[in-house]
Nanobody, 115 residues
Framework: QVQLRESGGGSVQTGGSLTLSCVGS????????MGWYRQNPGTRRAKVAT???????TYGDGIEGRFTISQNNAKNTVWLRMNSLEPEDTGIYSC?????????WGQGTQVTVSS
């Protein structure tokens, strides 16, 4: 059974930092690309950042320069370092991966940024 274990969410004030981590496990885990998406109630899930097995990185709008995604392929782990957090960054951050057959999602971790 494949699992995505997320950690690192929490509450910070504007300008603060958090680091999210996601570890994939299970014999069927085979990620071609991993990343993070954010969602708030009543809104669509939006891409925050993705990183491919080969290291190609993409960021969502308004993200680049403040957030950094990185990975350790051998450990099936992806991190999201978030700096200069703003209230607009508040939401549920879900770990995601695609294995060439479909999208897979973690449970999500809450990030709250207060002004």
């Amino acid at each position: 059974q494949v699992q995505l274990r997320e950690s690192g969410g929490g509450s910070v004030q504007t300008g603060g930092s958090l680091t999210l981590s996601c570890v994939g496990s299970g014999s069927a885990f085979r990620a071609n690309v991993m990343g993070w998406y954010r969602q708030n109630p009543g809104t669509r899930r939006a891409k925050v950042a993705t990183i491919s097995l080969g290291g190609t990185i993409t960021y969502g709008d308004g993200i680049e320069g403040r957030f950094t995604i990185s990975q350790n392929n051998a450990k099936n782990t992806v991190w999201l370092r978030m700096n200069s957090l703003e209230p607009e960054d508040t939401g549920i951050y879900s770990c995601w991966y695609n294995d060439g057959y479909g999208d897979h999602w973690g449970q999500g971790t809450q990030v709250t940024v207060s002004s």
